[in-house]
């Protein structure tokens, strides 16, 4: 079967678009001629870029933590033709020690971060396969490959998104259904701007979590080196790639962290070999 993204024009499904990198990827593929399916907390965000392309832009209005919402808005997307690109990107965090996080506060980012993206995926897995393939972009982060302190939860979610996106990735590839992980860096969307902080608790202030609280609190924007108009190019060019890598870290800062992190794991798990073989069974 002819792989979709072979197409002339395609059609995107993208979650979280209101702003930050989901906007800027909606509006570089209506640039390039495609549609979009844009889904948004606040759908007056995108008047804009509806009077600019018209009906090639769909805005759907979605609380991605809503499965039965999640259900009919794919269902209404799908109606109106089949769906070639889907982009998990919706997301946020909240900053501070686990201790001080709610039980609220710590559910909804895993519902954001991974339970919804898991649902969206596999409510387009169907139609995908029956029409011979199609792309589906998860919206990871460096994050998704260590951690930091002050985002558990966060990290939870997008470890978990890295790990099923693999799995997934494996159970479909027959099909023509290709995942990649984004794996942005510091990136100018005004994300450090809308992160949320949990109340702060004295035995936590002086540590390494009110410094990185600080930290993040008073960062202005040349600590955010990722130009998110260049980000949304990339993934646009990767959706039209034949053989798109599982993975795509984006930006220096990504690689440099990256690349420490696995290094660090890998010099560890060397010396644990012979450990790990001393547990089987004496024959």
């Known amino acids: 079967m002819p792989d979709p993204s072979d197409k002339a024009v395609r059609h995107w499904f993208i979650t979280g678009a209101s702003g930050g990198l989901g906007r800027h990827l909606a509006e570089h593929a209506l640039r390039r001629g495609d549609r979009v399916t844009a889904t948004v907390r606040r759908p007056a965000a995108l008047d804009d870029l509806w009077g600019t392309y018209g009906d090639r832009l769909t805005i759907e209005t979605l609380d991605v933590t809503r499965p039965a919402d999640v259900d009919t808005a794919v269902s209404r997307t799908l109606r109106s033709g089949p769906v070639d690109i889907v982009v998990n990107n919706a997301g946020y965090a909240v900053v501070g020690a686990v201790e001080e996080m709610t039980v609220e ?29 199609g792309r589906i972009i998860q919206v990871s982060s460096m994050g998704g490959q260590l951690g930091i302190p002050t985002h558990g939860p966060y990290h939870a979610g997008k470890w978990g998104l890295e790990g099923f996106t693999e799995s997934v990735s ?12 984004v794996e942005p860096g510091a990136t100018r969307t005004g994300f450090a701007s809308a992160l949320r902080y949990t109340t702060e608790t ?75 073989a001393s547990v089987a069974f004496d024959h």
């Open 170 to 181: 494996r159970e479909v590839a027959d099909f023509n259904i290709r995942l990649t992980l």
């Open 105 to 133: 506060q710590i559910r909804d980012q895993i519902e954001v971060l991974l339970v919804a993206p898991m649902l969206i995926t596999r409510a387009f897995l169907k139609p995908m396969r029956e029409q011979g393939g």
């Open 202 to 276: 004295a035995a936590y202030r002086d540590g390494v979590v009110g410094q990185t609280r600080r930290y993040l609190a008073t960062a202005d924007e040349s600590a955010f080196t990722g130009d998110p108009a260049k980000l949304a190019a990339a993934i646009y060019d990767t959706t039209r790639h034949p053989d798109p890598p599982l993975r795509l870290p984006l930006g220096s800062d990504t690689y440099d962290a990256v690349h420490a992190a696995l290094t660090e794991r890998l010099t560890a798990l060397e010396t644990q070999k012979d450990l790990a």
